[in-house]
């Protein structure tokens, strides 16, 4: 019986997995021969994917990107040489060959929803280490390994759980944050479609640390794949007396603020609320909450496993471990790339993501979502670093990575990022939600030509008080994207238009 | 296919997460499932079981994308439309595919076939640009392909 693999993962399947593995069905049907078909994860090469493996006496062999079209010659080649899509192991992979996989060391391996495949590749050794350990000494370890959160925001894990633990209450809550809603990334969604017992292991593991027994995790709505894979893993976990339950956001991209996010679950508005008091004193249902970033949660795992020092000893400055970095939009090599912090960005840019995929020179890249500062060429030698990149007034987000050809018009990306904000400003605090709309309108004047000068002289003062006067990153950091379109692409703010690129 | 509204089958769907903390989503999420949107009707009952007022629950149905006062066409292509799919040229294809149909963003066809809605990420990004089609996601989009699924459904509308 030769065993076959094919993602199940969205991105996967958005590019016509589901009828290779259908034609791999039929063929073997065809031919009599016996094949078992497992439906994976993804390993993030997405410019592959649809990416097949097949089980050999020498590991498992990769080919792809395959249509339904190249699965007879699968079988004819033999799951050989003699494919045309034939990419040898994938471990030999460039792109994977690169990579330290430790939050995404299964994905793409395992079958998600199997409990044997998650013990037999070091599954739940991270909970029953931390089960030895005790409470105190596992929130000890988090703390110790430098995991920051990796929603963006960059709080230090450890000491958030700490926090938690020192509350006294009669129930605390651990929320798990998947309202990935930042253009770019897909992280999230790949643990979620490839991995979930991590996440659930890690949330187990936040429970027992803090003295949680009830676990949120909450998921926009855009991700149905991945609510379907978390719906049927939280039947089967193993972690016992730790009950998960999956919510379901309904298309508010703010709710990815935690304290909106914590508003949404309580089945309101999800407007933000002021802080403190902090969600680690006073969160859900007015409890004590620890609300980490999947990825924060999904990493857990393996640092109890293997030791916080084993984590920490990667990456540089403050920012320790490893960061899934997804590279993404017109990019040659788009995929997701697991590595210790310290990459520049002109590495991960050319190097391995190989470019731009229309073959024009990369022009400006957007690292860190809807919220991010677009990056010109001038700094490709910035590391991937949370100090190295507010250094360089720009943020590294949820590590997602967007890159844009020489085609792209700074003044219409600057515009969108006060559109977007205005779209999706909950808003309770003035500068969003009015400001938002006067900056697109003020943009649409210079876009124009009209009063350039004194039009982005506005701009820069109304980025200032979105800045200083926001109470959340939405408003707050809408300035990123235009300030550092207007900072490094000037000449895109005052040049004459035949048409008005705005709709 | 969605049902007309039903009192006794809405009720039915609210009760069932009466001991849940925070129902509130999970419940317009299992009616707009059932009746295809949350009408006024739905709100009053939402309100009235929750204990809350009509306009609590109107606050909350009106403050996210995805709750509609409004049944959606039959097919729903959702486009995205943030940053990585722009950079792959998404907005142009976007604007085809509406201008096909005669429709601006969120709009439907007067047959009740189409309903097409801006999306700002689906998280396929590495494949962009990318939409999704009743819930399935579709990814490297590029003229051809989106001239397939815009005859596709033409030719179920009968154009």
């Known amino acids: ?503 | 296919m969605s049902a007309v509204w039903n009192e006794v089958e809405a009720t039915r769907i609210i009760r069932r997460h009466s001991g849940r903390e925070g129902a509130m989503l999970p419940i317009l999420h299992d009616l707009q499932a059932a009746f295809g949107c949350v009408s006024p009707a739905a709100v009053r009952l939402v309100a009235h079981e929750l204990n809350l007022t009509r306009a609590e629950v109107h606050g909350v149905v009106s403050f996210y994308h995805d709750f509609r006062e409004q049944p959606a066409g039959r097919h729903v292509l959702k486009l995205c439309r943030a940053e990585a799919c722009q950079s792959m040229n998404g907005e142009a294809l976007a604007r085809e595919i509406l201008k096909r149909f005669d429709l601006e963003w969120g709009e439907t066809t007067p047959d009740g076939h189409l309903t097409v809605e801006a999306t700002y990420c689906l998280g396929l990004c590495a494949c962009a640009p990318s939409a999704m089609l009743d819930g399935q996601p579709i990814a490297r989009l590029d003229e051809a392909s989106a001239d397939e699924i815009a005859r596709e459904i033409a030719r179920e509308i009968g154009r």
């Not at chain 1, 199997?114 to 030895?132: F, I, M, P, Q, T």
């Not at chain 1, 894979?229 to 991209?253: C, K, N, S, T, W």
């Not at chain 1, 515009?415 to 649409?444: N, Q, Y």
Request: hydrophobic share 40%; net charge neutral; charged share 25%.
């Open chain 1, 1 to 503: 019986m030769t065993r076959i693999f094919i993602p199940r993962d969205a991105a996967a399947r958005a590019v016509g997995a589901d009828r290779v593995a259908a034609a791999v069905e039929a063929e073997a049907k065809r031919l009599g021969q016996p094949v078992e078909i497992v439906r994976t994860g993804s390993r993030g090469l997405f410019w592959l994917e649809p990416m097949v493996e097949v089980e050999t006496p020498v590991g498992r062999i990769a080919f792809g990107p395959m249509t339904s079209k190249d699965v007879p010659a699968l079988f004819t080649s033999s799951f050989g040489t003699g494919h045309p899509l034939h990419l040898g192991r994938p471990e030999e992979i460039p792109f994977l060959k690169r990579q330290t996989r430790i939050t995404f060391a299964r994905c793409g391996i395992v079958d998600p929803l199997s409990l044997d495949d998650y013990r037999a590749h070091g599954g739940c050794r991270g909970y029953e280490r931390a089960k030895v350990l005790g409470s105190a000494k596992t929130v000890e370890e988090v703390t110790k390994s430098g995991l920051r959160g990796r929603g963006g925001a960059g709080f230090p894990t450890g000491i958030k759980w700490k926090t938690v633990a020192d509350t006294a209450a009669d129930r605390k809550y651990i929320v798990c944050n998947a309202d990935e809603g930042d253009s770019g990334t897909y992280a999230d969604r790949m643990i979620m479609e490839g991995d979930p017992f991590a996440l659930i292991e890690g949330m187990a593991i936040a429970g027992f640390a803090v003295g949680a027994t009830k676990g949120y995790v909450y998921i926009r709505s855009e991700y149905p794949d991945a609510i379907r894979a978390m719906e049927r893993a939280v039947l089967l976990h193993p972690f016992e007396g730790f009950d998960v339950e999956i919510r379901v956001g309904a298309g508010a991209y703010v709710c990815g603020e935690e304290t909106s996010l914590l508003e949404s679950l309580e089945g309101k508005r999800g407007q933000v609320r002021a802080k403190p008091p902090l969600p680690a004193h006073k969160g859900l249902f007015g409890r004590p909450t620890v609300i980490n970033n999947l990825i924060s949660l999904a990493t857990v795992p393996a640092i109890l496993a293997d030791g916080a020092q084993h984590y920490a000893d990667l990456g540089m400055g403050r920012s320790r471990g490893t960061m899934p970095i997804q590279i993404a939009g017109n990019v040659k090599h788009g995929g997701l790339f697991e590595a210790a912090f310290g990459l520049t960005l002109g590495e991960i840019v050319e190097d391995i993501g190989g470019g731009t995929a229309t073959g024009r020179p990369v022009r400006a890249v957007q690292v860190g979502g809807p919220l991010g500062a677009y990056f010109p060429r001038a700094l490709f030698d910035t590391p991937f670093d949370y100090e190295a990149f507010t250094a360089k007034d720009g943020l590294i987000g949820h590590g997602g990575v967007v890159v844009f050809d020489d085609t792209v018009d700074m003044a219409h990306q600057a515009r969108f990022a006060l559109e977007f904000c205005a779209i999706e400003s909950c808003g309770k605090c003035t500068p969003c939600r009015i400001g938002s709309t006067r900056g697109v309108e003020t943009m649409d004047k210079v876009i124009r030509g009209e009063r350039t000068e004194a039009n982005l002289a506005l701009i820069e003062d109304l980025c200032q008080t979105l800045k200083f006067g926001s109470l959340c990153a939405l408003g707050g950091f809408t300035p990123y994207p235009v300030m550092s379109a207007l900072k490094h692409f000037p000449e895109d703010f005052n040049r004459p238009r035949l048409s008005v690129a705005a709709e």
